[in-house]
């Protein structure tokens, strides 16, 4: 029999639309209300509510994209490094571009007692297209490679809106390739290579997994995508406390794409949602927060996946937000890393 409690809930009414916010501003990424957010990831949430405007935070025009990379830099210097993980070693190496492109900046970890036929992984940092870089991903790299016993590219694409696309996927496909022809000296097993990326680094690494697919030289064993950005299209999002109606055109896509995202003539290999089939994909893995402005995008493209026969895992987490694993210590963070380890080795072995 259901509690009082219980009952009181279930009968109150929805809201009405004068109690709903008006989310036009921009793509919500964490919920207006705070008491829909897992407790334990409250203490990120200073560092992360300048974004609550969209994926690109206040970086929404090339002069502020600037100023931001430049803020970032200032937040990070001075820091101490953080000291060496025992057993993984990582090189920066700069390989070939496609043709005419320039060289790509990589960072390679490597477990030193993983033996001579490992697994190999392609990481891309997230940032709206616009943000980010290879090192930001350190620790989690080296963790991952440890945990894994995996080789981890990571990968410094270039960004908008210097760069538009197709600028990043050339970079990515790049890197898959040269981690591909180089197996061999980089102690990998090219039989079981495997892409991940979070927010636009799954947008990439689904958009890669693609186009190994259609390029057809290259097999991969897992796309593993953790709250990635699928589609540059209008949507409304799941937050409840938002009014009904599409979230609008974000800066960081239009700056991404060279134009207003939206049209029908998007690449798939800019946003994976696009792609008008997506039958023969490598198996899938998702993992999204249940308050992420994204989850429902994610989880319709985990939909379109299982239909097409794709093998598929999703994870949405409760009251988790974009970004969420920022919080190292929160429960949330790790059993999201333990389900993506089980899953990499499940797809890997």
Not at 12 to 36: F, K, T, V
Not at 70 to 76: A, G, I, N, Y
Not at 200 to 213: E, I, N
Not at 333 to 343: I, P
Request: hydrophobic share 40%.
């Amino acid at each position: 029999m259901a509690s009082a409690a219980t009952a009181a809930r279930s009968a109150d009414p929805p809201p009405g639309p004068d109690e709903l916010q008006d989310c036009s501003a921009g793509l919500r990424l964490y919920p207006a209300n705070r008491a829909l957010i897992d407790p334990e990831l409250m203490s990120v949430m200073p560092v992360l509510t300048g974004m609550d405007r969209g994926p690109g935070g206040g970086a929404t025009t090339p002069s502020s994209i600037v100023e931001t990379r430049q803020r970032l830099k200032e937040l990070t210097k001075g820091r101490p490094a953080p000291p060496p993980m025992p057993g993984v070693r990582m090189e920066e190496r700069h390989i070939p571009g496609l043709a005419g492109a320039p060289p790509v900046r990589v960072l390679v970890y490597t477990p030193e007692d993983a033996g001579a036929a490992r697994p190999g992984v392609i990481e891309i940092h997230g940032g709206a297209f616009v943000l980010g870089a290879a090192d930001g991903g350190d620790a989690r790299n080296r963790q991952l490679a440890k945990d894994l016993g995996a080789v981890i590219v990571s990968v410094d694409y270039r960004l908008a809106p210097e760069n538009p696309f197709p600028a990043q996927i050339d970079d990515v496909y790049a890197a898959l390739t040269w981690l591909h022809d180089q197996a061999a000296a980089l102690g990998v097993d090219p039989a079981r290579l495997a892409v991940t990326g979070g927010s636009a680094g799954g947008a990439l690494a689904a958009s890669l997994a693609l186009r190994a697919r259609d390029e057809g030289k290259i097999a991969i064993k897992g796309q593993f995508l953790i709250y990635p950005s699928l589609d540059d299209r209008p949507f409304t999002a799941l937050d409840p406390t938002c009014r009904p109606g599409a979230a609008p055109v974000e800066r960081a896509y239009v700056m991404y794409l060279g134009h207003p995202p939206g049209p029908d003539n998007v690449s798939p290999y800019a946003f994976a949602a696009r792609a008008p089939s997506l039958a023969g994909l490598p198996p899938a893995f998702i993992a999204v927060g249940s308050v992420d402005g994204l989850a429902g995008q994610d989880i319709a493209y985990a939909r379109r996946l299982i239909a097409a026969g794709v093998p598929t895992e999703l994870h949405v987490y409760p009251g988790a937000f974009h970004g969420f694993d920022m919080a190292a210590n929160a429960g949330v963070t790790k059993r999201s890393y333990q389900d993506l380890l089980a899953a990499m080795r499940r797809a890997l072995r």
